[in-house]
């Protein structure tokens, strides 16, 4: 059979347009794409209503990929309105000579895909089908509205107005009564227009938004001139921020750090700049903390009642059933405003519901309030309604209908199994909402085109997920998501709470653009992997297993300008590993204690003073040329007061400075200081442990053995992730090469820096020597961390030398963990098996557990 075409593209908005344009002009396919509109828009075709805007700066709030593009456009407005983004697509389309490739005013109302012959056959609302081996669909997430959940609506003599099929003529107002069911983000942009326009506006609010001012203005001549020839400066390193938009990125510090009149001071400043700055650029932990966030809730509910006359009415707009961002973020001008009109009534149907439209009026549980037009901006049915909507069936007759009965299940947001060769840009579960969609759907148009040049390439006909890592990546958003306060509103969108029936779950990625697009491109380096290409299944990449708690610390340091480790010189990874105290919960009080010679402090418990208390002597990590006693501090506190010990926490000379044996020694001296002293500080000199994290794992594994062989005892020793031989070559060294965090190019140059050319001996690498009669151990690996084998590789030689250990392989976990217990409660695990392994150490005989 003759295939029609290479690929169906649905959709003529961004993602459609962009798509024939790399699918067609660049990639050289023969494409064929539909639009339910009358020609290119998308969203904006379809969304007319008055006051109708972006809300990204309208320059990041457009293409990127074609720089003629950007230097011929110029935007009048800092937010575009409707008309303009409209005009934009419009002239995008002739720009590249697109619309010969589109049948617009055509639905798509069936997919069905033919398994033996691998091809899909689209059918559309005129009768015609496509066959084509690949569909891409660029349908839009907030396309199909809600349906009217009202009673009596279709008795309504006036006229009914959906914002999301507004018009295309202008609509008189001017002798009308006025009603509007939706306070979201689309009627805070339309309320403040009818209010304008009408005779008089009556506002049925369901739910009180945390609307902040967009800060639109127009833009000068000038301004647009240079916004054009400057545009590769303007939009450097957007990809590289949270949103996809270069917004300063929030302060570093928790809201609950600053003094209220500091944090006053950064919410006025972000207020006044407008748009998502609000959203980004204050504190990172708005979303996480409640505390946090209830500062900001604080701030936007005193901003509405400065602004709003009736302290009755501002209280009405005051939101109180949900915290500050866990419903999409609305931008307002004038909103509040607008309700100081004498023409504006406010209604509260939360506290009096709405009973029914009748021919003439709106009836709630308490009155009844005649209007002529009634306008719906409820809201849509995101994500899966526009997918749900085509028909769509897959391999075996199996539905999209009933594949994702209860939450969508995809892999990236990208593709769902049982679905081969569908593509969906900005998908379920990918990282739109939280990300700048014109690069958000660059980036899933380009990820497509490269899979499908990529099958064309190897000559494969198919390409789908599979089953693991569908499930992987749910769980992986799922768990992003509930480490937030999202879960707490009841009625986002972000989780599908906003439709009666529909199944609340998890619908976005809630990491961030970073950390999203770095988990695709590993996706599509490692061959595609977590796919089956042509059946043949490919294992789920490293970032996919990550624990959701890594993955959001991971998206946190994701800062813009910061460098990966391997990219870094000297002073940045001392700077970097620094910032880890960031990550960690403040220890508890303690005494504490600096000593000059040998350079350490010294942590002890405030429990029931007692004498012979056990000693753990601490190496702090940092690939021994960063790091430092401060960094680690947290840390210390909380196992000494976890494990009831005196903890020396080592202060040892960094590489490149002083490179190898000199941390080594500081090491050892430490231990022999501590077994001739520490009596003097409570200490029991017969049961000493000592440990180390990373680079001090190693340290501590080495001086472990050096005390052997001096013949002073020690009742233990803990090592998290220790490297154990520069000179490795394992399986985990190659799967985790780029890390996450920590590569293997970042290792070696640690290394190298620390040996500084010195003889690799047993000393360096303890996995050479001889392990007998060494105390019993607690090793921590991490199951993503290129150390890993190494780690596990010295536990098989300490058993095997007849060396009690206690081993523990952490999933989902990376190296620098154990720094990191603010955000990874496998760091707060750690400290309390370390403190179980202390206790059972020097009171009883250990044992090996597996």
């Known amino acids: ?499 009666v029936g529909k199944t609340r779950g998890t619908y976005i990625f809630a990491a961030g653009a970073p950390l999203y697009r770095s988990i695709c491109a590993q996706v599509a380096d490692r061959g595609y992997a977590g796919f089956a290409i042509d059946g043949v299944e490919t294992a789920v990449p490293p970032m996919v297993k990550l624990d959701p708690g890594v993955a959001t610390t991971l998206s946190a340091m994701q800062r813009p300008g910061v460098k990966p480790l391997e990219d870094c010189t000297v002073e940045e990874t001392r700077e970097l590993v620094e910032q880890l105290v960031g990550l960690q919960i403040p220890g508890p009080d303690m005494q504490v204690q600096d000593i000059a010679e040998p350079a350490v402090r010294l942590y002890t418990p405030n429990t029931q003073a007692q004498d012979g208390r056990p000693v753990i002597v601490f190496l702090h990590g940092g690939g021994w040329v960063a790091g430092s006693v401060d960094v680690v501090d947290n840390p210390c506190r909380q196992i000494a007061q976890a494990a009831d010990a005196i903890v020396v926490s080592v202060d040892y000379r960094l590489a490149p400075e002083h490179p190898y044996p000199a941390a080594h020694d500081d090491a050892f001296e430490a231990v022999r200081w501590v077994q001739e002293n520490i009596g003097s500080y409570g200490g029991d000199a017969d049961n000493i442990v000592v440990m180390g994290e990373s680079a001090g794992a190693n340290l501590a594994a080495s001086t472990a053995l050096r005390a052997r062989d001096a013949g002073l005892k020690l009742a233990g020793q803990v090592l998290v992730y220790p490297p154990t031989d520069p000179e490795a070559s394992t399986q985990s060294r190659v799967e985790f090469a780029d890390g996450p965090f920590l590569s293997v190019t970042a290792v070696d140059t640690m290394w190298g820096a620390y040996l500084n050319g010195a003889e690799v001996t047993d000393v360096v690498a303890p996995l050479r020597a001889d392990l007998h009669d060494l105390p019993p151990a607690l090793i921590f690996s991490m199951e993503l961390d290129p150390t890993r084998d190494e780690a596990e590789d010295y536990v098989h030689a300490l058993r095997k030398s007849e060396v009690p250990v206690e081993h523990h392989r952490l999933a989902g976990m990376i190296h620098g963990v154990f720094n990191m217990d603010a955000t990874v409660s496998a760091a707060t695990e750690m400290y309390a098996l370390t403190a179980q392994f202390v206790g059972n150490t020097v009171t009883t005989e250990a044992v090996s557990v597996s």
């Open 1 to 499: 059979m003759r295939i029609d075409k290479d690929v169906v593209i649905v959709g003529g908005g961004f993602a459609g347009l962009y798509a024939v344009h790399k699918l067609r002009n660049e990639l050289g396919l023969d494409v064929q794409a539909f639009d339910a509109g009358g020609g290119p828009g998308g969203t904006w075709w379809w969304n007319r209503y008055p006051g109708a805007r972006c809300d990204f700066d309208s320059v990041f709030y457009s293409y990127s990929f074609s720089d003629e593009i950007q230097r011929e456009w110029e935007w009048t407005e800092k937010y575009a309105a409707q008309p303009e983004i409209l005009n934009y697509l419009d002239w995008v389309a002739d720009r590249l000579d697109l619309k010969r490739s589109f049948s617009f005013n055509t639905r798509v109302t069936s997919m069905v895909w033919n398994d033996e012959l691998k091809y899909w056959t689209v059918g559309t609302g005129d009768g015609r089908t496509c066959t084509a081996r690949y569909v891409v669909c660029g349908t839009g997430n907030v396309s199909i509205p809600k349906k009217p959940e009202f009673p009596g609506i279709e008795d309504f003599q006036g006229q009914v107005l959906q914002t999301s099929s507004w018009p295309h003529e202008p609509v008189d107002l001017s002798d009308k009564r006025v009603g509007i069911i939706g306070t979201g983000a689309t009627g805070i942009q339309l309320i403040p227009e009818l209010a304008k326009r009408a005779k008089h506006l009556t506002v049925f609010q369901r739910t009180a938004q945390f609307a902040s001012p967009l800060g639109n203005a127009e833009v000068d001549p000038e301004t647009r001139r240079w916004l054009r020839e400057n545009h590769k400066e303007v939009r450097a390193g957007a990809r590289d921020h949270f949103l996809g938009a270069p917004y300063d990125p929030p302060r570093n510090i928790s809201a609950l750090a600053d003094s209220p009149e500091d944090r006053k001071k950064v919410y006025d400043e972000t207020y006044g700049a407008g748009g998502f700055r609000f959203v980004v650029s204050t504190y990172g932990d708005i979303l996480y903390n409640k505390e946090s966030n209830d500062t900001i809730a604080d701030y936007l509910r005193d901003r509405i009642r400065d602004r709003v006359t009736d302290p009755k009415v501002a209280e009405m707009l005051c939101p109180t059933d949900h915290p500050y961002g866990t419903k999409r973020a609305p931008f307002e001008t004038n909103y509040f405003e607008t309700y100081n009109r004498d023409n504006v009534d406010l209604v509260d149907v939360r506290s009096t519901p709405i009973e029914r439209v009748t021919e003439h009026s709106l009836k709630t549980t308490t009155d009844e309030y005649e209007i002529d037009v009634l306008v719906m901006a409820t809201g849509f049915d995101v994500f899966t309604r526009p997918l749900l909507e085509m028909g769509i069936v897959g391999r075996d007759g199996l539905t999209l209908d009933e594949k994702w009965s209860g939450v969508p299940e995809t892999y990236l947001g990208i593709q769902t199994a049982g679905f081969p060769n569908l593509f969906t840009v900005t998908g379920p579960q990918s990282a739109v909402a939280l990300y700048n969609n014109a690069l958000a759907i660059e980036d899933h148009v380009e990820w497509i085109s490269r899979a499908i040049g990529y099958l064309h390439t190897t000559g494969a006909t198919t390409i789908e997920p599979t089953a693991d890592a569908e499930t992987r990546w749910g769980a992986l958003a799922e768990g992003i998501l509930n480490r937030t306060l999202i879960p707490q509103s009841e009625n986002s969108w972000y989780m599908g709470s906003n439709v």
